[in-house]
């Protein structure tokens, strides 16, 4: 099975800042990575996939970037609808597998 | 506008079983893969399983396999979770989340989610 690790777990941030979180695969999934959102009580919601294609109707403001190995989310300008937490995947192969997320919290 | 209802979640008490649905609207249910994913309290995404837009093709995580079974009625717009043997473990929301091929892709629309619990 693939393992996803994210980095940080964790992390703080205020309005406006510039936000990245790190998804790694312990094997390559060329480019088949997706970002979620989740918010508490909610459903997550599909923000990037295929590593950087941007989903219908999410701002510009996230983007996505890498592949094989190495993935990063950004934020470019932190708003506070974005205080969530955050989710990487890979559907390369079954089974499907999640990062363990990464919660933005208010600094 | 795609819609995913999630049901049949409750109480059960270890060893017990349950059947979740997902009634699904807005889309060619027959086209698309389903899964489930679930979530315990506080905790993480875990993918459970999935299956094919035809049915033919079904895969389950190491965790469940053999405990809980997938399946789909593409008459009815359904997909279902037959959960056996449960564990406290097995305690968590399960979302419904439809995929956006047939087979393997990414998630693109979750339910609501409908919790089970698992406890004496």
């Known amino acids: 099975d693939i393992q996803m690790t994210q980095s940080p777990s964790t992390l703080s941030a205020s309005v406006g800042d510039r936000v990245t979180i790190t998804c790694r695969a312990s094997q390559s999934i060329s480019r088949w990575l997706a970002w979620y959102q989740q918010k508490p009580g909610k459903a997550p919601k599909l923000l990037i996939y295929k590593a950087s294609s941007l989903e219908s109707g999410v701002p510009s403001r996230f983007s996505g970037s890498g592949s094989g190995t190495e993935f990063t989310l950004t934020i470019s300008s932190l708003q506070p609808d974005d205080f969530a937490t955050y989710y990487c995947?890979?559907?390369?192969?079954?089974?499907?597998?999640f990062g363990g997320g990464t919660k933005v919290e208010i600094k | 506008e795609v819609q995913l209802v999630e049901s049949g979640g409750g109480l059960v008490l270890p060893g017990g079983s349950l059947r979740l649905s997902c009634a699904a609207s807005?889309?060619?249910?027959?086209?698309?893969?389903m899964s489930w994913v679930r979530q315990a309290p506080g905790m993480g995404l875990e993918w459970v399983s999935a299956?094919?837009?035809?049915?033919?093709?079904?895969y389950y995580a190491d965790s469940v396999k053999g405990r809980f079974t997938i399946s789909r009625d593409n008459s009815k717009n359904t997909l279902y979770l037959q959960i056996n043997s449960l564990r406290a473990e097995d305690t968590a929301v399960y979302y419904c989340?439809?995929?956006?091929?047939?087979?393997?892709?990414?998630?693109?629309?979750w339910g609501q989610g409908t919790l089970v619990t698992v406890s004496s």
């Open positions: 807005g889309f060619t249910f027959s086209s698309y893969a």
């Open positions: 995947q890979q559907y390369n192969n079954y089974p499907l597998t």
């Open positions: 989340a439809k995929g956006s091929e047939q087979w393997l892709a990414k998630t693109d629309y």
């Open positions: 299956i094919s837009g035809s049915g033919g093709y079904t």
